[in-house]
T-cell receptor
Framework: KQEVTQIPAALSVPEGENLVLNCSFT??????LQWFRQDPGKGLTSLLL?????REQTSGRLNASLDKSSGRSTLYIAASQPGDSATYLC???????????FGTGTSLTVIP | GAGVSQTPSNKVTEKGKYVELRCDPI?????LYWYRQSLGQGPEFLIY????????DSGLPNDRFFAVRPEGSVSTLKIQRTERGDSAVYLC?????????????FGPGTRLTVL
């Protein structure tokens, strides 16, 4: 079974800092990888989706990279803002189906 | 347009009781997914529907859990003889189709507490 790990579990940074969130997965046979944001009491919002054939995706201040062979992905957030405070979840889609395997998330706090 | 909605937002029940959780997907979305998120964990897949049929129910933990989607739109997750370990946030998501490239849109979840 696919295992997804996210490090660190929690992160607190001052506003304006650039930061990197890490995700690793055990089975490299994935179809795609997604990064989600989860705010308290709300559902998940998809931030970036990387197909298995791609190496990175960018959206605004966010950049996600994928190294499928080593089972790793990173989410880079530039010039962090207090509004970025949330839990960030990494999920991989299996190659054989529609199941998403989620990590346990990184709780980010950006201090004004 | 409207997103995925889930009702109730919170449900408190006693051990042994039966509960139903409802999900209204985005209009026109053919695929619907249920996940369970325990405290401090990421969401865990339970079941997904393509149309009216359950295409994959391998994530349902045991036979106390059952889900239906009789008309291919609204879905109900049913839990019999609830146990304290069933306490979690139950998330529903929908997508236009069920290919892995389709973005899943998540609802706000139902927080279930079993006393």
């Amino acid at each position: 079974k696919q295992e997804v790990t996210q490090i660190p579990a929690a992160l607190s940074v001052p506003e304006g800092e650039n930061l990197v969130l890490n995700c690793s997965f055990t089975d490299s046979a994935i179809y795609n990888l997604q990064w989600f944001r989860q705010d308290p009491g709300k559902g998940l919002t998809s931030l970036l989706l990387i197909q298995s054939s791609q190496r990175e995706q960018t959206s605004g201040r966010l950049n996600a990279s994928l190294d499928k062979s080593s089972g790793r992905s990173t989410l880079y957030i530039a010039a962090s803002q207090p509004g970025d405070s949330a839990t960030y979840l990494c999920a991989v889609s299996s190659n054989t189906g529609n199941q998403f395997y989620f990590g346990t998330g990184t709780s980010l706090t950006v201090i004004p | 347009g409207a997103g995925v909605s889930q009702t109730p937002s919170n449900k408190v029940t006693e051990k042994g009781k039966y509960v139903e959780l409802r999900c209204d997907p985005i209009s026109g979305h053919t695929a619907l997914y249920w996940y369970r998120q325990s405290l401090g964990q990421g969401p865990e897949f339970l079941i997904y529907f393509q149309g009216t049929g359950a295409a994959d129910d391998s994530g349902l933990p045991n036979d106390r859990f059952f889900a239906v989607r009789p008309e291919g739109s609204v879905s109900t997750l049913k839990i019999q003889r609830t146990e304290r370990g069933d306490s979690a946030v139950y998330l529903c998501a929908s997508s236009l189709w069920s290919t892995p490239t389709d973005t899943q849109y998540f609802g706000p979840g139902t927080r279930l507490t079993v006393l």
